[in-house]
């Protein structure tokens, strides 16, 4: 097991249940987890799947035990799973923490999900606390647009003095955020990469600036890296060397790692693109 960083930022190299005990109990203000789904996806050559069903529900309820240890008590804990364990999370959670919301991230896709059944479109969230009387919720942090105000200018007759409904509202329980997808600017190399936009919202929903943000399975680092931006401190832990790297060079702590230049690996149509450029500029030479 490897720690890299500074007091603000740090990045544990290692298995979660092993790095999660070099973190203090009761000090982090807000975990975001979103652990592997047990659905066969490959990570950088380990394949995300156990040998059943139970076995997966027991290491996950070894490392919830450990985050809700490590959980302010005032602190917020966001956790994801695929859609068919969640009910098993849901049922383990609720003995230990308030559920506050069952959140869905809904997104769209252009290609088939299936034929012969109705595809999967969204991801559950489940969003928790220590205690329902005493946590952080930056309502004005989040707000989206309320069309009835905002666009249908419709009046609330049921008031005093009739009123247009409000423009602004804080966001119901289904969220659209598109996926990361190849050709976007943030995409990094990984096969369950999470929006900056996602995590945007629920940082700035459940933490201020100072506090301390943790992922036990940081992949991209996209939770470490938008709390770095919003003036939060980040504890990132992830299992892989070729993700700690990217983790490494997205937080700007380090250029090197063991002799290698970290550098976002060019995707192939910028290199379409640059070979372009090159050709253009030789053209636009003058002839010596």
Same mark, same amino acid.
């Given at each position: 097991?490897?720690?890299?960083?500074?007091?603000?930022?740090?990045?544990?190299?290692?298995?979660?249940?092993?790095?999660?005990?070099?973190?203090?109990?009761?000090?982090?203000?807000?975990?975001?987890?979103?652990?592997?789904?047990?659905?066969?996806?490959?990570?950088?050559?380990?394949?995300?799947?156990?040998?059943?069903?139970?076995?997966?529900?027991?290491?996950?309820?070894?490392?919830?035990?450990?985050?809700?240890?490590?959980?302010?008590?005032?602190?917020?804990?966001?956790?994801?799973?695929?859609?068919?364990?969640?009910?098993?999370?849901?049922?383990?959670?609720?003995?230990?923490?308030?559920?506050?919301?069952?959140?869905?991230?809904?997104?769209?896709?252009?290609?088939?999900?299936?034929?012969?059944?109705?595809?999967?479109?969204?991801?559950?969230?489940?969003?928790?606390?220590?205690?329902?009387?005493?946590?952080?919720?930056?309502?004005?942090?989040?707000?989206?647009?309320?069309?009835?105000?905002?666009?249908?200018?419709?009046?609330?007759?049921?008031?005093?003095?009739?009123?247009?409904?409000?423009?602004?509202?804080?966001?119901?329980?289904?969220?659209?955020?598109?996926?990361?997808?190849?050709?976007?600017?943030?995409?990094?190399?990984?096969?369950? =990469? #999470?929006? /900056?936009?996602?995590? $945007?919202?629920?940082?700035? *929903?459940?933490?201020?600036?100072?506090? &301390?943000?943790?992922? !036990?399975?940081?992949?991209?680092?996209?939770?470490?890296?938008?709390?770095?931006?919003?003036?939060?401190?980040?504890?990132?832990?992830?299992?892989?060397?070729?993700?700690?790297?990217?983790?490494?060079?997205?937080?700007?702590?380090?250029?090197?790692?063991?002799?290698?230049?970290? =550098? #976002?690996? /060019?995707?192939?149509? $910028?290199?379409?693109?640059? *070979?372009?450029?090159?050709?253009?500029? &030789?053209?636009?030479? !003058?002839?010596?």
């Amino acid at each position: 097991m490897e720690i890299y960083g500074n007091k603000q930022h740090k990045i544990i190299h290692g298995d979660a249940l092993e790095a999660l005990h070099k973190v203090a109990d009761n000090s982090v203000d807000l975990i975001f987890a979103d652990p592997p789904y047990n659905i066969g996806k490959n990570f950088n050559g380990q394949k995300d799947k156990w040998a059943t069903e139970e076995e997966y529900l027991h290491w996950c309820y070894k490392w919830l035990d450990l985050c809700i240890q490590k959980l302010k008590p005032n602190g917020s804990f966001y956790v994801m799973t695929a859609t068919q364990f969640m009910p098993f999370f849901d049922i383990y959670i609720r003995k230990k923490l308030d559920i506050l919301s069952r959140l869905v991230w809904y997104y769209d896709s252009s290609g088939v999900q299936a034929k012969k059944y109705f595809g999967s479109m969204y991801e559950p969230i489940l969003f928790c606390v220590k205690d329902k009387n005493n946590y952080t919720f930056n309502t004005e942090d989040i707000l989206v647009e309320a069309k009835t105000g905002a666009k249908r200018k419709l009046i609330d007759y049921r008031k005093a003095v009739p009123t247009i409904y409000n423009s602004k509202k804080v966001p119901g329980n289904v969220w659209e955020f598109a996926r990361v997808r190849y050709r976007m600017d943030e995409y990094e190399n990984h096969p369950t =990469q #999470k929006p /900056i936009a996602l995590l $945007e919202r629920i940082i700035k *929903a459940s933490s201020n600036k100072g506090d &301390l943000v943790m992922d !036990p399975f940081s992949g991209t680092f996209t939770t470490c890296f938008v709390a770095k931006q919003h003036g939060r401190n980040s504890i990132g832990i992830e299992l892989q060397e070729e993700y700690v790297k990217i983790g490494l060079r997205r937080l700007q702590l380090a250029n090197e790692f063991k002799g290698e230049k970290l =550098q #976002k690996k /060019i995707r192939s149509f $910028e290199t379409d693109k640059l *070979a372009t450029v090159y050709t253009l500029k &030789l053209f636009e030479e !003058p002839n010596g």
